[in-house]
């Protein structure tokens, strides 16, 4: 078989959502900040996404990540997110996949029992902490991007479901948050179609009624994620919630940026205070 192009990807996944990794073959794009190259990427060289995502190599539940040289002098590496239907300036489960590839093939040096990897996303830095033994990652912990909310307890008219209260707050994207409760969801397998549907249509109206942009790069724009919350239960108790994903399936992983979307606004509402943990 005659090779036209060599793209070296290692797989690699986060708590189940798979966050492919392209270390090679792929030259960076144009730009000044991982934010312009990944604005270049998808302008012109879209073409890599859809190749990886798509099948027969990938499918709606695959995201990938090109590792790119990072353009900050207090960053290790730069690294772009290619979702199904998007570019997000940040994910979580991206993040620590993109972290562990680096590591565990030794493109970065791994120290052991912790290794500290600070990586531009397209967002800005986020600081990955990796406990390390053997030559592999056990276990990475992600600081994130600064994260706040736009609005509280916003109506929302939705195609289906009525008028409902939502809170819009970005966690690394731009997350529209509604009562799984009131929706009547308990956030169980079973109800998977539904919920996946549900936040399809409350993405789409979110879109449309309730636009957004960060304050400091207002290119980062508009809700493309949507989380269905059980109510908060609370410091030290696990609440429940599930991210759709665009074009409609639930997030296998936690969700970083969701449950950081989410403590934004439990503490924009008195619930949560610095230093509080959230249990998923």
Same mark, same amino acid.
């Given at each position: 078989m005659r090779t036209r192009r060599l793209i070296t990807v290692?797989?690699?996944?986060?708590?189940?959502?798979?966050g492919n990794v392209v270390v090679g073959?792929?030259?960076?794009?144009?730009?000044?900040t991982v934010f312009e190259q990944m604005q270049t990427l998808q302008r012109e060289d879209d073409w890599l996404r859809r190749l990886l995502l798509r099948e027969p190599r990938g499918s709606v539940a695959c995201h990938a990540n090109l590792v790119v040289p990072t353009t900050r002098p207090d960053c290790d590496a730069g690294f772009i997110i290619m979702e199904p239907t998007e570019y997000p300036a940040m994910s979580g489960s991206n993040t620590i996949c993109t972290v562990t590839v680096l590591l565990e093939t030794g493109m970065l040096a791994m120290s052991e029992p912790e290794t500290v990897v600070r990586l531009e996303a397209p967002g800005g830095v986020v600081e990955a902490r990796a406990s390390c033994r053997d030559g592999r990652c056990e276990s990475v912990e992600v600081t994130n991007v600064a994260c706040f909310v736009d609005r509280l307890d916003a109506r929302l008219e939705v195609e /289906?479901? &009525?008028?409902?209260?939502?809170d819009v707050a970005y966690g690394g994207m731009w997350y529209a948050i509604a009562d799984a409760r009131a929706l009547g969801f308990a956030i169980e397998p079973h109800e998977a179609r539904e919920l996946s549907l549900a936040g399809e249509r409350i993405r789409a109206a979110a879109r449309e009624q309730l636009p957004c942009a960060h304050p400091q790069n207002p290119e980062?724009?508009?809700v493309s994620i949507v989380?269905?919350?059980?109510?908060?239960? /609370?410091? &030290?108790k696990v609440t429940r919630n599930a991210v759709v994903v665009a074009p409609g399936r639930l997030d296998r992983s936690a969700t970083g940026t969701g449950l950081s979307a989410r403590m934004a606004v439990l503490h924009a509402r008195g619930l949560m205070q610095v230093g509080d943990a959230m249990t998923p």
């Open positions: 290692v797989g690699c996944h986060a708590g189940g959502e798979i073959g792929v030259l960076p794009p144009a730009g000044s /289906g479901l &009525g008028t409902l209260t939502v980062i724009a508009g989380q269905l919350a059980e109510p908060w239960r /609370g410091i &030290g």
